[in-house]
């Protein structure tokens, strides 16, 4: 359980966010993940493996104190499978909220270093909902590119 006020709101704000990922997630077929509107864009697999990737990062500053994205995981063999990519999904999930339920600081007043800058506990924490809002835009839009159907949650929120 997640005692901190500050950090269960932010909790209860990931748990929204990353149900639209696994929406989206639960909508597609293994050759789904292969697509790509652009080469820079990289796969559908790709772009899910790295999410958690940086959720992994994101956390990893929690302990730490500093974000490093120069350190994710990257495992590149999970981007064809519906499978693997859930259970990274559902694994950086767990981490999170284990780290949220054991961090004993005050998350306004602790900071997390970056490159250019420091920004609170909190600060920091709130971008990763933002990171993954990004990506689930670039889904969307190259769902559609793509043919595939959106998932209901998304139409309902969204008014896709």
């Known amino acids: ?91 950086q999930d767990s981490y999170l909220y284990s780290t949220l339920a054991s961090f004993k600081g005050d998350p306004i007043a602790e900071q997390i270093a970056w490159q250019t800058c420091k920004m609170s506990v909190l600060e920091h924490l709130f971008l990763l909902p933002q990171h993954e809002a990004i990506h689930q835009g670039q889904w969307s839009l190259a769902g559609r590119q793509a043919g595939l159907e959106l998932p209901k949650s998304w139409v309902d929120n969204w008014g896709l």
């Open 1 to 91: 359980m997640i005692s901190n006020p500050w950090l269960a709101q932010f909790a209860k704000t990931w748990q929204f966010t990353r149900s639209l990922t696994y929406d989206f997630l639960h909508c597609l077929k293994e050759e789904d993940l292969l697509y790509s509107p652009q080469l820079q864009f990289g796969t559908l697999g790709k772009q899910i493996r790295h999410v958690a990737d940086v959720q992994e990062c994101y956390v990893k500053a929690l302990e730490t104190g500093r974000a490093d994205f120069s350190k994710k995981r990257m495992d590149l063999s999970m981007e064809t499978s519906l499978k693997k990519l859930e259970d990274h999904l559902r694994a």
